[in-house]
């Protein structure tokens, strides 16, 4: 549930915090008084994109903060999975939003920096605002299965349906570019042929590039470093004033010293490292001399496999014999291909052909609890519709089979309705007014209320085009949905307000410098009164009006 909200330099806001109660709450407030600003800062900090306009003037920045308590358990688990829950206040959250000049936008969730997408997904577990447009849903098919779905529990059932139909549709993609590597490998099977045997009689090894140019820098050279190891080698072991002579006499000269000054043994054990150091090195270069003879067929064969290379890589357009090794490989996948292509595709289409099955039955299975569903949510809206003074109205849903699978399954629903029996039914988006509109989804919201763990739900103005006995049946539903979750209907009607369990005011007022401010309140009783009795006198409060009030808040 809402347990509080912070609005900061939002519109006409400067600072407002409110705090909400668990159960039925209505907002009541003259025309213009603010209702829609307090909307549409719940739908900020839902997730909707926010504009540098909605920050009140002369200000920087706005500010939109909500603390949620006992939250669902899908919401639970969402935040568990994005990491966003917070172990000191495992059942709760808090979203803040923060809206900048310049596009200077933030968003938050339990103080953690949040990505406005995320939020979005969080708030359809936490929050769901019905505004007036969202009537138009009872027409959207997809609207309409989701809420069959969720009258019926099908979750199970779909999700084994998602996953498979997302199984089937991989296998169908698998099998299409199959299809068309098929087509392609047999169009030029004799172009890759020989490309392929070429690579192949070339014996290619990775690098050996890199190490053909090595090799054949050292024959081509080879007398000249041969002689350059042989003079280096001398110069460090060779004739008597070779490198290791020398050091050697400089440890002879440092030896006497050790006695007077103890730290020059260190020296000398340094000396005779590099002494010992230097005989390695000079023991390899006379080696690797050794090893170096001029052979002028050795070097042709060099050059040639170089220049086949060379050859190679500009034929095929590519730099390194890595790539053409790959090259060689894609071309005997693409022959294979062709080889045992058919059968490959036989397997595929077979692969196919069994998902299709399970995913059919999969499908059969879900539509038959759809259908259970529906009859059953048909006939509950059925009975709330005749409490809405809809006696003779008539609603059913009409199932239509799609001739491919669909990511929801096979059904395709029609909400079909008529306000008098004796009319045909038609499809709810073409026939019904405003107020049946409004009816109908309260009807739906109420059912799907007693099956499921919903969200806060936020009405706003469900009341249009309704009125008298309508509206105080119409706020006993409200009153009965609260007794299992949290329920805020902003209302201009005084029967939908006198149901609730609680009721805010939100006004318009002058600040200091004379600027108009929005402000929400909580009601006393007698506030709740006096302002029942101002919603059923037009605004002029008369004894008579005060007397309705205090009778139609008995009532309820």
Known sequence: MLRSLLIKDFILIDSLQ??????????????GAGKSIFVGALSMLMGKRSDAELIRHGTNRAIIEGEFIDIPTKALQFLKSMELDCPDSPNSCIIRREIGIGGRNRSFVNDVPTPLNTISKLAEYILDIHSQHRNLLL?????????????????????????????????????????????????????????????????LTIDEEIKLEEAEKILRYADEIKTSLFQANELLTGGAENTQQLLQQVAHELTPLVEKIPEIASYIERIESCRIEITDIAHDLITKSDAIEANPQELQVIEERIDLLNRLFSKYRLATSKELIELRDNLKESLDLYTDGNQRLEESSAHCNTLKKKLDEVAMALSQQRKKASDLLADKLQEMLSLLEMPHSKVCFEFKESNTPLATGYDIVDFLFTANNKLPLKPVGEIASGGEMARLMLSLKAQLAKKENLPTILFDEIDTGISGRVADRMGS??????????VIAITHLPQIAAQSDFQKHIEKVLDTHGEPI?????????????????????D?????????????????
């Open 18 to 31: 409110v705090t909400f109660e668990n159960g039925y709450t209505s907002i009541t407030g003259e025309t």
């Open 139 to 203: 027409g959207d098919a997809g609207f309409i299965l989701n809420a069959i779905d969720r009258m019926g529990k099908t979750s199970e059932t779909r999700h084994a349906y998602e996953q498979l139909f997302e199984e089937y549709t991989n296998a169908v993609k698998d099998y299409k570019r199959l299809q068309e590597k098929l087509a392609k490998a047999s169009e030029e099977y004799d172009y890759d042929s020989f490309r392929y045997n070429e690579l192949e009689q070339a014996n």
């Open 477 to 486: 539903i409200l009153r009965q949905m609260g007794e299992t979750m949290q």
């Open 518 to 538: 929005t402000s929400i309140r909580s009601l006393t009783p007698t506030e709740r009164v006096n302002e029942i009795a101002s919603l059923l006198s037009a």
């Open 540 to 556: 002029v409060i008369t004894p008579e009006s005060l007397e309705a009030a205090k009778i139609l808040l008995q009532k309820s």
